[in-house]
C-alpha cells in the first residue's frame, strides 16, 4: 500500500484505544483517534457488513443507496456473503466518506479460519482493498478510518497486535490481490500458539540488505509485487551474460569449421 495512505485506528472505548498505543508505538504509521467512526472524516471508512447489511454505526450512517450498491456487489460477485478475506469498494458520491470498505463480519465464512486469524484477514482485507482501488485511480484514497475489526471475542491488546502486523504488511509489500494477501498473512501467523505471550502477533517481514526491503515468507514471495524492485543479483546477471557470450562464441566457431570444411571438399574435387 502506498506510504502516503494514512490509517486512522478509531474506537470510541478507551481499552482499545490504550492497546492500540501500546502496538504502534511509532507515532508516523497511523493515527488513533478516540471516536466513534462515522464521526471520522476520512476519504474511506471501512466498515463491517453481514450478508449486505452494514453493522453497528454505519448501518444508520449511511444512505440506502450506498448499502443498496454493496448488496448487488455482494450478491453478484460472492453470492450474497463477503468471505472473511476479502473485501469490496463502494463509491457514496459523498465527500465524507467518498468511499466504504466493506469486510466480513460473519464468523464461520469461510471454514477453517479461527477468529485470530480472522482479525488480521479483516485488516488486510481492508487495506488491500484501498490498494487496489488506488492502482485503479491514483489517489482516490488518501486516508481510511479503520475500527477494531474481527470477531469480539478478541481480547484488545491481542487485536492491536494483530492489526499492526496487517498494517505493517502494507506498509511494506505491495500484494496483487486477495489469494497472495491471504497467504501471506496465514504464513505469518499461523504456527503460533493462540495462547502467545504479548508482542508474539506483532510480525515484521526480514529485511533484505541488498534491495533494503522486507520479503513476504517464500512461500508467497514470488507472487508479491514489490515496491521497491530488486536488481539481479550480480552472479546470476554475469552468469546470463557468460551463457550469452559463450551461445555467440559457438555459433561463430561451427560456422568457421563449416567453411574450413567446405573449402577442403572443393579442393578434394
Known sequence: MDARVEVLLTDPVGEMVAAWETAFADPHRVRIVQSSPVDVKADAWAIT?????PDGPWDAALPDTVTDALREQL??????????DHAVTVPTKHANPRFVVAVSSTPTHPQGVDDVLRVALASAAALQAVHMQNALAPGSIKTIALPRL????????????????????????????FKVMRLALTELLADIPRDAPPGAFMKRFDVQAR????????????????????????????????????????RAAARAQRRRRDGDDESDG
Not at 450478491?75 to 472473511?84: D, K, V, Y
Not at 469480539?152 to 505491495?174: D, H, I
Open 49 to 53: 457488513a453481514r450478508r449486505g447489511v
Open 75 to 84: 450478491r453478484t460477485r460472492f453470492g450474497g456473503s463477503l468471505p472473511a
Open 150 to 177: 474481527g470477531v469480539p471475542a478478541v481480547p484488545p491488546g491481542r487485536r492491536a497486535e494483530l492489526m499492526w502486523t496487517a498494517v505493517e504488511l502494507f506498509r511494506q509489500a505491495e500484494l496483487p490481490d
Open 211 to 250: 534491495a533494503m526491503k522486507s520479503t513476504i515468507p517464500d512461500g508467497t514471495a514470488a507472487q508479491a509485487q514489490r515496491r521497491v524492485k530488486a536488481t539481479i543479483p550480480d552472479r546470476s546477471a554475469a552468469l546470463a551474460q557468460r551463457r550469452s557470450k559463450e551461445t555467440v562464441q559457438e
